[in-house]
């Protein structure tokens, strides 16, 4: 982001390569599941985004490994097994989106956990501080 000190202007050119990325209707979901999880397999990620496809999961992962948000792991071993981790980019991208979460909290007062994370307690109520207690 660059600020053009006269005007005020905010020119927001130097985001348009992460824009591509992180606009795509799943990219901030698997960056988000793979940072609530630290380390994750392939299919545990496929359980918790339900409604992924796999083609639209592998390419996403793909992407996103390209871009180095997301690092794959694969281990030698009978059945093939593919860990996935963020980066300190992802992770970076992954912390920058929470500000935007408690902004919209903050105009809806409280969000009900409705999503197919099981690392949330259905029916929960988020507030802030769940989401400030998050950054730590």
């Known amino acids: 982001m660059v600020k053009d000190s006269n005007t005020g202007v ?3 050119c130097p985001l348009e390569g992460i824009i591509d990325i992180i606009i795509k209707k ?16 392939y299919t545990d990620l ?17 992407e996103l490994k390209n871009n180095d948000l997301v690092k794959r ?11 996935y981790t963020l980066t300190k980019e ?6 920058a989106i929470l500000p935007i979460l408690q902004w919209a909290i ?8 409705h999503c ?16 400030a207690q998050e950054k730590l």
């Not at 359980?47 to 996403?60: C, R, V």
């Not at 694969?74 to 059945?79: A, L, S, V, Y």
């Not at 903050?106 to 956990?113: D, E, L, Q």
């Not at 994370?117 to 507030?127: A, F, L, R, T």
């Open 90 to 95: 992802g992770d970076e991208l992954r912390q």
């Open 73 to 83: 792991e694969p281990f030698n071993e009978i059945p093939p097994r593919v860990d």
């Open 46 to 62: 496929m359980n918790e985004l339900q409604s992924i496809s796999p083609k639209t999961l592998a390419d996403t992962l793909k």
């Open 116 to 131: 197919s994370c099981s690392m949330i307690e259905k029916g929960k109520k988020i507030d802030r501080m769940d989401l």
């Open 106 to 113: 903050s105009k809806k007062g409280t969000v009900i956990a």
């Open 10 to 12: 905010i020119c927001l």
């Open 26 to 41: 799943w990219a901030l979901l698997v960056i988000n599941e793979i940072g609530n999880h630290k380390r994750i397999r």
